[in-house]
């Protein structure tokens, strides 16, 4: 009887064919229907812009294929303005304020507006060896402000410890959301680092509890640019 009782083990390897199900071992976000574009990075994205906004509707998503040109973190270096003088003292500033020190590599801004309540699905991947990835994300209304996690309070995409980083965060509609991705270098004496990356970013439905939805992973090589 035992054997008989595990003969179709593990389920998943025998679920009937037509059943709606993922593989197994394949990420829960990919149950998430999205349909992609895939942007190559722009050459003016050093800075956020106030029409730079790309409109985002639940179900639709971006990749964008990058490099940064450099990365790394200096403690003693100070940050730097988003949005330029706002009269909001240190609010508009990249990294977070009350960090200390600041980015002395590459940024590459990415900028959504959803049409939406939703949840913004984030996430960067570093294709070399020399860096670490952080992706923030800030609400950029006249005095830029980080997104942080919900239950943390951590800012969120920051001070991560992977070359690989994913958030999501429920955000408002109509709000201009701008993505920040950077590199921090973790062997100093390398020198100059270039970074490919695959940056996405996409709409989802929340959760019916009002908890940020499930977020998928693209499958850059099977999207259309």
């Not at 969120?156 to 994913?166: A, E, H, Y």
Request: proline share 5%.
């Amino acid at each position: 009887m035992l054997g008989a009782g595990c003969a179709e083990w593990p389920r998943y390897e025998h679920i009937d064919e037509g059943v709606d199900a993922l593989e197994g071992g394949e990420e829960p976000g990919n149950a998430v229907d999205v349909h992609w574009t895939v942007l190559q990075e722009s050459e003016d994205n050093d800075m956020a812009a106030p029409d730079g906004a790309h409109q985002l509707e639940t179900g639709i998503g971006y990749v964008v294929l990058g490099r940064l040109n450099n990365a790394g973190w200096d403690t003693e270096a100070s940050a730097q303005s988003i949005s330029g003088d706002t009269g909001c003292g240190e609010a508009d500033t990249v990294p977070p304020e009350g960090v200390v020190g600041n980015y002395t590599g590459d940024l590459d801004w990415f900028e959504v507006k959803p049409t939406t309540e939703a949840t913004l699905c984030g996430r960067l991947e570093l294709k070399g060896e020399g860096s670490q990835a952080d992706l923030l994300a800030y609400a950029l209304d006249e005095c830029a402000s980080v997104l942080s996690d919900d239950e943390t309070g951590a800012f969120l995409g920051f001070n991560t410890s992977g070359r690989v980083v994913s958030w999501s965060a429920n955000v408002a509609a109509d709000t201009h959301y701008g993505v920040l991705a950077a590199g921090v270098e973790l062997d100093l004496l390398s020198g100059m680092v270039l970074e490919n990356y695959v940056l996405s970013v996409a709409l989802v439905a929340p959760s019916d509890e009002g908890e940020p939805g499930l977020c998928p992973v693209p499958d850059v090589e099977s999207v259309t640019p």
